[in-house]
Structure formats: C-alpha cells, structure tokens
C-alpha cells in the first residue's frame, strides 16, 4: 500500500467495513467502477481474474460475471447496481449465494479521496463463516484498485 494511504476496518456479525484514503480524486475511484474493462482488471482477491458476461453500470442494471481463482476453480457471481451517485456512491446488491449489499461511498479530500467499503450480508451466521476469506479478500480487492488507478494515472495500458 502507498505511504500515503491509510486503512481503517471494523466488523460486527453481518458486516464488514473499511476505509482508506486514496490519494486519487473521486472521479477515477468512481470510473473504477464504471469501466467494465478497468473493473474486471481489479475486481476481486489478489490472484484472481474476471470474465464479465453481462455489465450494465446503470441504476437497477444488472452485472453477471465469473471470478476464476489462482487454482482455476470458478466462482459465479450475479449482482446489481442498486444505487449509483457519480462519483459519491455506489451501492451493489449480490443477489445469488452469499447474499449481500457492498456500499463503496467517496468523500474527496484536498487531492485524495476517502473510500469507505462496507458490506452487509444477509445473515450473520453465513458472514461469521466466510469471515476468514472476506476480511483479507476486501483488503486485496482496495489493494488491487490502488494499484489500477496508479497504472491508469501512469498511462499505462
């Protein structure tokens, strides 16, 4: 992680949250999101890779997709985007097993920006059980966008 960034994380039974400061302004974060391309180039752990099958970043639009792990195995995923404010908030409704809602909200800084992750799942025995996976996997995944926007701000392709 950049010197620059700081991370902050708390859990109860059904949600896990976490913030750090980014030092990128909203409006990459946000695109982040929006770009299916640049999306499925961070979305997920360290290790693992994205093959989007349907992306409509639009209110209520839907977002299906596999994430294939280091090991090969895949995971189908199927989501939509409950609610979307330009580079504010981003609101996604995981609407298959594990149910849950992931609220990805953007406060600009100066020159950086405050991303807060939480994610609430359905029932708390369920997120009790995948605790040990989410917990690291959320910290890889803002790891993984860092190190895409930093690419991104580079030029590179």
């Known amino acids: ?28 974060i946000f695109n982040a999101f929006a770009d299916a391309k640049q999306l499925a180039a961070w979305w997920g ?6 093959h989007f099958e349907l ?40 609407d298959c097993v594990p149910f849950f809602t992931l609220t990805v909200e953007l406060t600009p800084l100066e020159a950086d920006t405050v991303l807060h992750w939480q994610q609430v799942f359905d029932d708390a025995d369920i997120a009790q ?13 803002l790891d993984r966008l860092t190190a895409e926007l930093q690419r991104a701000a580079a030029g590179q392709p």
């Open 45 to 50: 752990p360290a290790g693992f890779i994205n």
């Open 129 to 141: 059980a995948v605790r040990h996976i989410v917990e690291p996997a959320n910290e890889q995944n």
């Open 55 to 94: 992306f409509e970043f639009k209110p209520q639009g839907r977002w299906h997709f596999v994430m294939q792990g280091p090991d090969g195995q895949q995971y189908p995923n199927q989501s939509f985007f409950a609610e979307l404010a330009a580079n504010r908030k981003i609101v996604i409704r995981h």
């Open 1 to 28: 992680m950049p010197e620059n960034n700081t991370s902050d994380t708390f859990s109860t039974a059904n949600t896990f949250s976490t913030s750090r400061i980014l030092p990128f302004p909203a409006s990459a």
